[in-house]
């Protein structure tokens, strides 16, 4: 069962962090869970760092620094997938 919940909390945080990202992301469902389970995870270690929590529960400073996380990650994919789009082209 902490598996499962920790992948529906993933896909929680990856879902808000793209409502939070401006614009269109071209990002699949599942690229949207994984980048909310890493999101995740950086939150739980934030979290577990500063003393506020053990790294799989859930509180209010891991969660916010995993959708924070989320949305850096969300930008990083974006820039990494039109980099390889716009290498392709010719002028």
Do not use: C, H, P
């Not at 992948?7 to 690229?31: E, N, W």
């Not at 980099?83 to 082209?89: D, L, T, V």
């Amino acid at each position: 069962m902490g598996i499962i919940g920790f992948l529906v909390a993933g896909l929680i945080i990856g879902a808000l962090a793209r409502l939070i990202k401006s614009g269109k992301q071209d990002l699949s469902l599942l690229m949207t869970l994984l980048l909310g389970v890493a999101g995740s995870v950086i939150g739980g270690l934030v979290a577990s760092l500063l003393g506020t929590g053990d790294m799989w529960e859930l509180n209010v400073i891991g969660f916010i620094v995993a959708v924070v996380a989320a949305v850096l990650l969300i930008g990083v994919a974006e820039g990494m997938s039109s980099g390889r789009k716009g290498r392709g082209s010719t002028v």
